[in-house]
């Protein structure tokens, strides 16, 4: 009974090779080889379970927390892993701790930002794990604005160092993860000052926290936890920490010095490598959230649509077989898009990984010139897939009706651990305005005969794309690259030149963003869009081996492009792109791709390659056994272990025993 799929009717409908399409979701075959490896490794380990978390009061959780890290650092060590190896195993852990930072934040701004001999003295330190540390940025009162930031780092040139304080309330570092009870150093920004009392603004310095013998704090030194965040379990296995500065001295050599430098004698000396290089090291952070996100949204799609599979509602005739949820057409229009979603995530995450690597070697023959393209390039993207992606989360909970708000469904503690990403790492907003910000000036210039590169590049044809008209006289027509392409760039064009001529009818410009900013982001979200659709169509370029692989993944570009612009189609109509006929006909042509994609759905959803231990969810389960694991489920609950409930004897008996004489009932 156990061995039973219940899902291997869908299937054996599946129109494609299943085992390329992995091959491909994984990136190579190399990269799937080493995936399917460290995910079965977690999985078989009984340290890692984690279908107790939710249950787990704090301290317990956090206690467990650490006891997995330290097993999975034992295991890196014992089976000599490598370093991707090692990352792939830390994220099937997955559980939120201060192994993120270090690795994700920590390790990589000694890279961007320490000089050659920074990195020699502190990179074998942490890659050893025999420091740990952390990323101290954000502050109680001061999130967003970086510049506001208020701990101070004063150079004292009598004895070469600086004196970090915190001189306010509102300047205590706050939320940093694994500040709280874990770090024994981080990188602190503070705002740097020097002999003759000028601000030099914010800088990087590594700051050691806590003593490496009995882990106390060092003197001058307060920190802690900031307490329980979202959702029960979730992402309160991580210590996001506060911490509080008295005149803490540290040496001046642990100022990050690769961009500027502060010399013995207290002067301030700009390095010849640009500021923008601080841009390197966000590409590197940003491009690793958004291939993350196409992981977390494909998880909640896995389980909605297996669920979608496995559940049926009403439609049965004769006393047969009720009607399967996933052939409802609005269960369909809800799901395939947010599948087509997580396919188009994973090929823009696919591609930001090769950017950063380009970034770097540019930088390395000190060509700073894409930097600042590809720096909004990235923020946007970030801003785009970790929105949709948390939306969609929740999206997968409704889809699975009630039983999806069920703890074991696995949605609500990915919904919880995920939706941070929104905020961390800049607010979506904000940095959709940052993607404005660029836009408006690439527009400003190109009177100028100034070309626009990269994913602005279409930009240059703005005279064409301005006047163009779509050519859609039927369904079909809408199933053509350049179409697609040419209508998201007339719409990412319009909306920019729209904004931009706004914005000249203000007498001062700063007005103009404050007043339209809500246009700007509108705008910013037409061109992410634009480039997660041109990266798909790309991709689609390439040759992709495998029995009806790329027929799949075409279908899914289309779902993606089209949902959109139905979605959007108040943008498309109103600046002249189509017409409401070509709007119609594209919806038209979405409704027949729903019926391509229904019969492969569950295979599409498998060439994820997840086990039943990383997505930890009854009703995703690979072999759709839902009801009887459901059932056993509700066993395990704490609550079930009496069959009457402590508190009956205090609250409820004499409930229902009162003699009520003076009731008024
Ligand atoms: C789980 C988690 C982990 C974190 N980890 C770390 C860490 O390791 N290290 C670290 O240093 N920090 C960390 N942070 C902090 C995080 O980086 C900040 O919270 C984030 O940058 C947002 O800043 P804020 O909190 O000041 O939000 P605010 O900027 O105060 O945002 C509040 C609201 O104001 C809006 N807003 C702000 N500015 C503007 C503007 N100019 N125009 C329009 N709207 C605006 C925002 O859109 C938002 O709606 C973490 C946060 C979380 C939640």
């Given at each position: 009974?156990?061995?039973v799929?219940h899902l291997a009717h869908e299937r054996s409908k599946?129109?494609?090779?299943?085992?390329?399409?992995?091959?491909?979701?994984?990136?190579?075959?190399?990269?799937?080889?080493?995936?399917?490896?460290?995910?079965?490794?977690?999985?078989?380990?009984?340290?890692?379970?984690?279908?107790?978390?939710?249950?787990?009061?704090?301290?317990?959780?956090?206690?467990?927390?650490?006891?997995?890290?330290?097993?999975?650092?034992?295991?890196?060590?014992?089976?000599?892993?490598?370093?991707?190896?090692?990352?792939?195993?830390?994220?099937?852990?997955?559980?939120?701790?201060?192994?993120?930072?270090?690795?994700?934040?920590?390790?990589?701004?000694?890279?961007?930002?320490?000089?050659?001999?920074?990195?020699?003295?502190?990179?074998?330190?942490?890659?050893?794990?025999?420091?740990?540390?952390?990323?101290?940025?954000?502050?109680?009162?001061?999130?967003?604005?970086?510049?506001?930031?208020?701990?101070?780092?004063?150079?004292?040139?009598?004895?070469?160092?600086?004196?970090?304080?915190?001189?306010?309330?509102?300047?205590?570092?706050?939320?940093?993860?694994?500040?709280?009870?874990?770090?024994?150093?981080?990188?602190?920004?503070?705002?740097?000052?020097?002999?003759?009392?000028?601000?030099?603004?914010?800088?990087?310095?590594?700051?050691?926290?806590?003593?490496?013998?009995?882990?106390?704090?060092?003197?001058?030194?307060?920190?802690?936890?900031?307490?329980?965040?979202?959702?029960?379990?979730?992402?309160?296995?991580?210590?996001?920490?506060?911490?509080?500065?008295?005149?803490?001295?540290?040496?001046?050599?642990?100022?990050?010095?690769?961009?500027?430098?502060?010399?013995?004698?207290?002067?301030?000396?700009?390095?010849?490598?640009?500021?923008?290089?601080?841009?390197?090291?966000?590409?590197?952070?940003?491009?690793?959230?958004?291939?993350?996100?196409?992981?977390?949204?494909?998880?909640?799609?896995?389980?909605?649509t297996r669920y979608s599979a496995v559940r049926r509602q009403f439609g049965s005739q004769n006393g047969g077989v009720e009607t399967q949820v996933i052939d409802y057409k609005t269960q369909q229009n809800?799901l395939?898009?947010?599948?087509?979603?997580?396919?188009?995530?994973?090929?823009?995450?696919?591609?930001?990984?090769?950017?950063?690597?380009?970034?770097?070697?540019?930088?390395?023959?000190?060509?700073?010139?894409?930097?600042?393209?590809?720096?909004?390039?990235?923020?946007?993207?970030?801003?785009?897939?970790?929105?949709?992606?948390?939306?969609?989360?929740?999206?997968?909970?409704?889809l699975?009706g009630g039983h999806?708000?069920?703890?074991?469904?696995?949605?609500?503690?990915?919904?919880?651990?995920?939706?941070?990403?929104?905020?961390?790492?800049?607010?979506?907003?904000?940095?959709?305005?940052?993607?404005?910000?660029?836009?408006?000036?690439?527009?400003?210039?190109?009177?100028?005969?100034?070309?626009?590169?990269?994913?602005?590049?279409?930009?240059?044809?703005?005279?064409?794309?301005?006047?163009?008209?779509?050519?859609?006289?039927?369904?079909?027509?809408?199933?053509?690259?350049?179409?697609?392409?040419?209508?998201?760039?007339?719409?990412?064009?319009?909306?920019?030149?729209?904004?931009?001529?706004?914005?000249?009818?203000?007498?001062?410009?700063?007005?103009?963003?404050?007043?339209?900013?809500?246009?700007?982001?509108?705008?910013?979200?037409?061109?992410?869009?634009?480039?997660?659709?041109?990266?798909?169509?790309?991709?689609?370029?390439?040759?992709?081996?495998?029995?009806?692989?790329?027929?799949?993944?075409?279908?899914?570009?289309?779902?993606?492009?089209?949902?959109?612009?139905?979605?959007?189609?108040?943008?498309?109509?109103?600046?002249?792109?189509?017409?409401?006929?070509?709007?119609?006909?594209?919806?038209?042509?979405?409704r027949?791709?729903y019926s391509?994609?229904r019969p492969?759905a569950v295979?599409?959803?498998?060439?994820?390659?997840?086990?039943?231990?990383?997505?930890?969810?009854?009703?995703?389960?690979?072999?759709g056994?839902v009801y009887?694991?459901?059932?056993?489920?509700?066993?395990?609950?704490?609550?079930?272990?009496?069959?009457?409930?402590?508190?009956?004897?205090?609250?409820?008996?004499?409930?229902?025993?009162?003699?009520?004489?003076?009731?008024?009932?």
């Open positions: 009974m156990e061995d799929d599946a129109q494609f090779d299943v085992e390329e399409m992995k091959i491909v979701w994984a990136g190579s075959r190399h990269a799937f080889e080493v995936t399917d490896r460290m995910s079965r490794l977690v999985a078989s380990d009984p340290i890692f379970r984690k279908d107790n978390r939710t249950l787990l009061p704090r301290k317990e959780l956090f206690k467990n927390t650490l006891r997995k890290a330290a097993h999975a650092w034992k295991r890196i060590i014992e089976l000599r892993l490598t370093e991707e190896e090692a990352s792939k195993l830390r994220f099937f852990a997955d559980e939120p701790n201060f192994t993120e930072l270090h690795w994700g934040m920590f390790v990589p701004f000694i890279k961007g930002q320490g000089t050659d001999e920074q990195q020699k003295k502190w990179l074998p330190l942490a890659y050893k794990m025999q420091i740990i540390g952390c990323y101290a940025q954000t502050e109680l009162g001061h999130g967003s604005n970086v510049q506001g930031l208020e701990t101070t780092a004063t150079f004292d040139p009598l004895t070469d160092e600086f004196v970090i304080h915190s001189p306010t309330l509102a300047s205590s570092k706050w939320w940093p993860g694994g500040l709280g009870k874990v770090s024994t150093h981080a990188v602190v920004f503070a705002r740097l000052i020097i002999t003759d009392d000028r601000d030099y603004g914010v800088h990087g310095f590594i700051v050691q926290l806590r003593s490496l013998d009995d882990h106390l704090p060092l003197p001058g030194i307060t920190v802690g936890d900031i307490g329980n965040k979202f959702g029960s379990g979730a992402y309160n296995t991580m210590d996001n920490g506060l911490l509080r500065f008295d005149n803490v001295r540290i040496p001046r050599d642990q100022m990050l010095m690769r961009i500027s430098q502060v010399t013995r004698e207290g002067k301030y000396v700009q390095s010849n490598v640009p500021r923008q290089l601080v841009y390197g090291t966000m590409v590197y952070v940003r491009q690793t959230i958004v291939a993350d996100a196409s992981c977390a949204l494909a998880r909640a799609v896995c389980i909605a809800r395939f898009p947010l599948l087509a979603s997580a396919y188009a995530f994973r090929f823009v995450g696919e591609w930001l990984k090769w950017l950063y690597t380009d970034v770097t070697q540019r930088l390395q023959a000190k060509d700073f010139s894409t930097l600042p393209e590809a720096h909004a390039c990235t923020a946007g993207l970030k801003s785009l897939t970790t929105t949709v992606t948390a939306d969609s989360i929740e999206e997968c909970r409704k699975c999806g708000y069920l703890s074991c469904s696995g949605l609500p503690e990915l919904f919880a651990v995920y939706i941070p990403a929104c905020t961390y790492e800049g607010d979506n907003v904000v940095l959709l305005l940052q993607v404005a910000r660029f836009l408006m000036k690439t527009v400003s210039q190109l009177p100028s005969g100034m070309k626009p590169v990269g994913t602005t590049a279409y930009l240059g044809r703005v005279e064409d794309l301005m006047q163009c008209h779509s050519t859609v006289k039927k369904a079909e027509d809408w199933l053509n690259p350049s179409v697609v392409l040419e209508v998201f760039e007339a719409r990412a064009t319009r909306l920019s030149v729209a904004c931009a001529q706004n914005l000249s009818k203000f007498a001062k410009q700063e007005e103009g963003f404050l007043e339209l900013a809500a246009d700007l982001v509108e705008a910013a979200v037409a061109h992410c869009q634009l480039i997660v659709v041109s990266k798909f169509i790309e991709k689609l370029q390439e040759d992709i081996p495998g029995k009806g692989v790329k027929e799949q993944l075409q279908t899914l570009c289309y779902v993606y492009a089209l949902n959109l612009l139905h979605k959007h189609l108040g943008d498309f109509v109103a600046t002249g792109c189509i017409t409401p006929k070509q709007a119609s006909l594209a919806n038209d042509q979405l027949s791709l391509q994609v492969n295979a599409l959803v498998d060439s994820f390659n997840y086990t039943d231990h990383y997505l930890s969810s009854i009703l995703g389960r690979y072999d056994n009887p694991k459901l059932y056993e489920e509700a066993w395990k609950d704490p609550l079930n272990e009496s069959v009457v409930p402590d508190g009956y004897h205090e609250y409820i008996r004499p409930l229902l025993k009162q003699q009520l004489r003076n009731a008024r009932l």
